[in-house]
């Protein structure tokens, strides 16, 4: 067998047309899921008793389970749970109507947010008390050393981190095809059972995902750099 190159060249930029959808599930994900994952890391680092078991359960069944245990409950799971809500308040809403994308957007969120709270607490615990107590000193509020001094401090100590977090998301939308999202992957799926080239399509959606990997561990690299300058110097 030989790999068809003139095939490959033909069918790269159609499989490059995944790459928004890949991309927004990865950003939304990690943006929405970095604010849940911080404010339950702030909350458990509060020490409410009965928020915090809550918080530990939710870490602990969305880190436990596959990531396609997850997508698939909830895509199958979502339809009942309406029809239910329909008979229960007499709603009108259609469960084949939810758009498949809204249901991974949820999921990897959710996925995301569960690592990103353990990701943050080890940022908030980075952050000297130190310098908390001179801020109070000084006389601000609680409020303002949080979200000028804490939280800032943490995500600095928390990008080398948020960096392999958002790579695995990157990584992990491969697994949206199964629900009939139109990324990477799907996409090269279609094209290689058309075309019954497998190789050559599964070559090119692994280099894209390569690539995209090597770019945003630079990204990530460069913005550890820069504030690693501020964060570590004596």
Not at 145 to 156: F, N
């Amino acid at each position: 067998m030989t790999i068809d190159f003139p095939f490959m060249y033909e069918h790269v930029g159609d499989i490059l047309k995944g790459v928004p959808t890949t991309l927004l599930i990865a950003v939304v994900s990690m943006v929405i899921g970095l604010v849940i994952g911080t404010a339950f890391a702030l909350i458990r680092q509060a020490k409410y008793p009965v928020i915090n078991q809550l918080i530990v359960i939710f870490v602990s069944f969305f880190r436990s389970t596959p990531l396609i245990v997850q997508l698939f409950a909830f895509y199958y799971g979502t339809p009942v749970v309406i029809e239910w809500l329909n008979k229960m308040w007499h709603l009108n809403i259609n469960p084949d109507g939810i758009n498949p994308l809204a249901i991974v957007l949820f999921v990897f969120t959710l996925h995301s947010a569960a690592y990103l709270t353990e990701v943050m607490r080890g940022g908030l615990r980075s952050v000297d008390d130190k310098q908390i107590e001179a801020a109070l000193t000084v006389g601000l509020r609680k409020r303002h050393i949080l979200m000028r001094i804490v939280i800032p401090q943490a995500l600095g100590y928390a990008i080398p981190n948020l960096g392999n977090q958002f790579i695995a998301l990157i990584k992990g939308t491969a697994i949206a095809f199964v629900v009939q999202v139109t990324e990477i992957l799907a996409i090269s799926q279609i094209i290689a059972n058309d075309g019954y080239r497998f190789v050559e399509v599964y070559i090119i959606a692994s280099a894209i995902y390569w690539i995209m990997a090597i770019f945003f561990e630079w990204i990530f690299g460069k913005m550890e750099n820069r504030v690693g300058k501020y964060l570590y110097q004596t």
